[in-house]
């Protein structure tokens, strides 16, 4: 199986990222192939609302050449997708969102293009929090179930961990076995 490992933290090598390295040790021991991408350090502008790339058929067709050409690549690479993100003010962070708000050119729903291009594909959360994770993280997870039901996607569930002592509660055996039983269930 293949995963696509986005981690849209600003920091490469804070919480999120920590709370990454069991997840991922377990799905490349238990024999997955997986992309790690971070998106702080790559240049993806927003949604300009266009439509021009629901005109174009079988491709992405965006008209923006950015970073979010490679991130498309790797995503229909994948059959899983796990956005991994801190939750700020409830959702997830401005490139996160980027990245989801151009998902547009992989669904021809608006223009004379017709079909998905990424239909079928899985798409789960890691994500890291400040408050108690259903108060944090539900307004994020309604957004994504949302974009998966209207994209035909299987949404394939969410892990988080609360951030109360900075990194070390990313560390804790508890934190490390819950990401790693987490990327056991996806496999």
Not at 27 to 42: S, W
Not at 75 to 98: F, R
Not at 110 to 124: C, D, E, N, P, T
Request: hydrophobic share 40%.
């Amino acid at each position: 199986m293949k995963f696509l490992l986005l981690m849209g933290s600003p920091r490469l090598h804070g919480n999120t990222a920590e709370l990454c390295k069991p997840f991922r040790e377990e799905l490349e021991q238990a024999g997955a192939q997986v992309r790690y991408v971070t998106l702080a350090d790559k240049t993806i502008h927003p949604c300009k609302g266009c439509y021009a790339c629901q005109n174009v058929e079988g491709a992405y067709g965006c008209v923006q050449q950015d970073d979010m050409q490679g991130i498309v690549s790797d995503i229909l690479w994948a059959d899983c997708l796990v956005l991994a993100t801190p939750i700020y003010s409830w959702y997830c962070t401005a490139c996160m969102k980027a990245v989801l708000d151009r998902h547009y050119g992989l669904n021809k729903f608006y223009g004379s293009a017709k079909g998905s291009l990424w239909k079928g594909r899985a798409v789960a959360i890691l994500a890291t929090h400040g408050y108690e994770a259903a108060y944090a993280c539900e307004p994020f997870e309604t957004g994504v179930r949302r974009l998966c039901k209207h994209s035909g996607l299987h949404f394939a569930g969410l892990y988080s961990v609360r951030d109360e002592d900075d990194l070390a509660s990313f560390q804790t055996p508890a934190a490390v076995e819950g990401a790693r039983a987490f990327a056991r269930s996806l496999l």
